[in-house]
């Protein structure tokens, strides 16, 4: 939340369900929003536009697209969360 606000962004905390995360983002995406990131507790992640529920198999396939990129550019996921002006920290 603490990110969301540094980047004038908004951040939406709820207890969910199951596909609840989905629908919030449709939901948020027809009022002209953009959705980033949605996450619940248990292997929950739903990013982007790519599936419109949690998933945890497709935030490792995009995780690893990201961590691939890194290394291209001569960081690891450590040294970006340490850089505070890594394109990346943005999310």
């Known amino acids: 939340m603490r990110v969301a606000a540094r980047d004038a962004s908004n951040c939406c905390v709820y207890l969910c369900r199951h596909k609840w995360l989905g629908n919030r983002a449709v939901q ?3 009022a002209g929003k953009q959705v980033l990131f949605a996450y619940e507790e248990a292997i929950g992640f739903c990013i982007g536009d790519l599936v419109k529920d949690k998933d945890g198999v497709t935030a490792a396939a995009v995780f690893a ?3 691939k ?3 291209s550019e001569g960081f690891t996921v450590a040294s970006v969360r ?3 002006s890594h394109p990346a920290r943005k999310y």
């Open 69 to 71: 990129a890194i290394l």
């Open 28 to 30: 948020l995406r027809a």
């Open 65 to 67: 697209e990201f961590y």
């Open 82 to 84: 340490d850089a505070p």
